[in-house]
């Protein structure tokens, strides 16, 4: 399957601050990421889906303007949470999206805002 | 219509035993139905999945078992051993949603030596 990296795996900032996380698809060209969401022991939320070189799709309830969703290439997608606050802490992942139904998930990002 | 029901919530199993996880959906459009595991701190990683055109797939010692009219589908683990400890997420897609995966609640699985 498709190999997928996060950067940075953990990150705490602060409040107000905003955060960039990166997805990276090392051995395949994903025209599609998606972003999930993850608070502790419960499922994943999915967040949004990136597709390369257009506007991200969000689901309901996400709010576009607070999670910035970047896929410039067919190897990176950005998330930016912008004006964190403690609320946001959570793990993030990304999951890179095949040709087939496959999806492949990074190794998550864990994000604590103080 | 988009929600995927998993059980139990917990699971505790002897080494050597079988774990056995369920899951149901309600929308009729899924057609893809993945099962990751994961441990803590980590991301998902893909295990298995079925297409609803078998009704059991087998690698290794896991098996999905897939009935398309109760719309139900499991997960077995067979000789279960302590490393197969983790949380275990269902999840159902279609491609008309753009391949979007719907996850179950997920299930604690712990191995006993």
């Known amino acids: 399957g498709a190999v997928v990296s996060q950067h940075p795996s953990r990150v705490i900032c602060k409040s107000g601050t905003s955060v960039k996380i990166e997805c990276r698809s090392l051995?395949?060209?994903?025209?599609?990421m998606f972003w999930y969401r993850q608070f502790p022991k419960q499922s994943l939320m999915l967040m949004a889906t990136s597709n390369e070189g257009s506007k991200a799709t969000y689901e309901q309830g996400v709010e576009k303007d607070k999670f910035l969703i970047n896929h410039a290439s067919l190897t990176l997608s950005t998330l930016t949470v912008t004006s964190a606050h403690p609320e946001d802490s959570s793990f993030y992942i990304c999951s890179v999206g095949t040709s087939g139904y496959e999806q492949y998930f990074g190794p998550g990002t864990r994000l604590t805002v103080t | 219509q988009q929600q995927v029901k998993q059980s139990p919530q917990s699971l505790i199993v002897q080494k050597g035993g079988i774990s056995i996880i369920n899951c149901a959906y309600e929308n009729t459009a899924f057609d893809y139905f993945p099962w990751y595991q994961q441990f803590p701190g980590k991301g998902p990683a893909l295990l298995i999945a079925i297409r609803p055109d078998v009704s059991e797939k087998k690698e290794g010692r896991f098996t999905i078992s897939f009935n398309k009219s109760a719309k139900q589908f499991s997960l077995h683990i067979m000789d279960s051993q302590p490393g197969d400890s983790a949380t275990y997420f269902c999840?159902?897609?279609?491609?008309?949603?753009?391949?979007?995966?719907?996850f179950g609640g997920g299930t604690r699985v712990l191995v006993k030596p």
């Open positions: 999840a159902a897609g279609f491609r008309a949603a753009g391949n979007k995966l719907t």
């Open positions: 051995d395949f060209q994903a025209t599609t």
